[in-house]
């Protein structure tokens, strides 16, 4: 095998700080009214169903969006479609900042919601086109950190500026965030070496080119793929309700302020950057590339996880500590099957494509939630429960996924 060139390494570099911190950024656009929507509900005068009704309308519109964004992205390229993207969620949540409404906040965030869908099927056929089937469980694992420390940093300084300077400054301050990282995303992305009169990856290793041909929307991808979207859908119930509505239960629940409560909060994704790390190089280092393992262990640890959080978190020490399990067995399997196993399922020519809708039927989880939660947002252990049962149902579809590697009828 013969080594990369050297300028194929330098853009590799470049190509992945700015896919990484492209959709580091979107969750600083991304964040805010989750954890500002207590405080926004307490001065707007917005009940716990409008403030769901909100959250959903971002969400059905980013679900919308994924399937959209997907075929878009495969056509016009990931490069145009993460730049819009970008730029009308900056738009987007200056208005929001500017707004007072419940009828203005739902719209633009609708509006969010859609061009926040460009994010992550459009970075992922990115690296797609930049890395190899080979390295792409240790690559990713690491490049999938992203929306971890996005969410921390975001609740972070979401939290931060609430507290000192109120709502509206927090939307203000996530758009200057992501549209100094538009700028280095603009100088620093192409969609493939071949944009650059460089060799593909796999040519300039010397290694077969099973990812160049055209993308076969044969039965066995589509099952593939809608597996992994059912499974996903489980994992993006659990994970959007955590996002959106943890924050809200530490604050009315355990007595904490709304900035504590968003710190807090963050407690989720640290964890979760580590559950991503470790599945990443665990699935290359032991599982030979093949996701679907390390996911049945990991989310068979989710439902063990939800299990403690719904029977022993009644304090705040051990509700915390749960948040930590469940981030970081949740994690691992999420950037996994939507990252690598998103490229290994649609190739290098359809992972945009796959990668959309492997969200977008995870997204439709996300909706879900929020509707379900809002309605019962004054109930925690409702909500633990919903959680729970969520967990077993991706244990359930992980597990028909498993048993069809090992019989063979996953081979595509």
Request: hydrophobic share 50%; charged share 10%.
């Amino acid at each position: 095998m013969s080594e990369l060139p050297r300028q194929l390494i330098a853009w590799r570099w470049r190509i992945f700080a700015a896919t990484w911190l492209s959709y580091f950024g979107y969750y600083f656009c991304r964040k805010p009214y989750y954890i500002a929507k207590s405080t926004i509900a307490t001065e707007l005068s917005f009940s716990g169903e409008q403030v769901g009704q909100i959250g959903a309308a971002y969400l059905v519109a980013y679900t919308i969006g994924q399937f959209a964004n997907g075929a878009l992205g495969q056509r016009a390229g990931a490069r145009l479609l993460v730049l819009l993207g970008m730029g009308l969620s900056i738009a987007v949540n200056v208005g929001m900042g500017l707004s007072g409404s419940y009828l203005s906040f739902l719209v633009l965030m609708a509006v969010n919601g859609f061009a926040q869908s460009s994010g992550w099927s459009g970075n992922v056929g990115t690296m797609a086109a930049w890395f190899g089937q080979r390295e792409r469980g240790r690559v990713m694992g690491i490049w999938a950190t992203n929306f971890q420390a996005g969410g921390v940093a975001a609740n972070t300084m979401a939290a931060w500026v609430l507290h000192h300077y109120g709502w509206q400054s927090a939307f203000f301050v996530g758009s200057l965030v992501l549209g100094g990282i538009w700028a280095f995303f603009l100088l620093n992305q192409r969609n493939r070496p071949e944009d650059l009169g460089l060799p593909s990856v796999e040519e300039a290793a010397d290694r077969e080119a099973g990812d160049e041909g055209p993308m076969r929307w044969t039965s066995t991808l589509v099952t593939n793929m809608l597996l992994a979207g059912s499974f996903y859908f489980f994992l993006k119930f659990i994970r959007y309700a955590l996002w959106s509505w943890a924050p809200w239960f530490l604050e009315r629940s355990f007595g904490l302020k709304g900035d504590d409560a968003g710190y807090y909060s963050t407690i989720f994704d640290v964890a979760g950057i580590f559950g991503v790390l470790f599945a990443g190089w665990i699935s290359d280092r032991y599982f030979t590339s093949r996701r679907v393992g390390i996911c049945l262990w990991m989310t068979a640890g989710l439902v063990l996880s939800c299990v403690i959080l719904l029977f022993f978190g009644q304090s705040l020490p051990v509700f915390a500590v749960c948040l930590a399990l469940v981030g970081f067995t949740l994690y691992g399997p999420d950037a996994l099957m939507t990252g690598a196993g998103a490229m290994d399922i649609g190739s290098r020519r359809g992972a945009v494509a796959v990668a959309g809708v492997i969200n977008g039927m995870g997204s439709l989880g996300s909706v879900v939630q929020e509707l379900v939660i809002g309605k019962s947002s004054g109930d925690i252990q409702a909500v633990l429960r919903l959680l729970l049962g969520s967990a077993f149902g991706a244990l359930v579809v992980i597990g028909i996924m498993g048993w069809r590697n090992r019989t063979g009828r996953a081979a595509v």
